[in-house]
Nanobody
């Protein structure tokens, strides 16, 4: 059974930081590109950061310089370090695992990030 379990969300003030984690089980993590998406109320889910098996990263323009994605293959875990949080970063953040060959795709249950003063 495949599971992606996110953690680390919470409520913070503008300018604060959070570190999100996504622990994967039931997959060979080394063969999956990983991504973090977010969905704010009334908006579509959007990609904020991705990290492929080769180590290449991609970031949404509005988070560049503030968000950092990383992975620990030994722990089958992907992280999202979020600094200098803004109210517009408020959303449910989802972890995604996409197999490098084929259409296999998995999602976590999401973790809420709320930024307000």
């Amino acid at each position: 059974q495949v599971q992606l379990v996110e953690s680390g969300g919470g409520s913070v003030q503008p300018g604060g930081s959070l570190r999100l984690s996504c622990a994967a089980s039931g997959i060979n993590f080394n063969f999956y590109d990983m991504g973090w998406y977010r969905q704010a109320p009334g908006k579509q889910r959007e990609l904020v950061a991705s990290l492929d098996v080769g180590g290449s990263t991609n970031y949404k323009d509005s988070v560049k310089g503030r968000f950092t994605i990383s992975r620990d293959n030994a722990k089958s875990t992907v992280y999202l370090q979020i600094n200098n949080l803004r109210p517009e970063d408020t959303a449910v953040y989802y972890c995604n695992a996409r197999k490098i060959f084929g259409p296999t795709d998995y999602w976590g249950q999401g973790t809420q990030v709320t930024v307000s003063s």
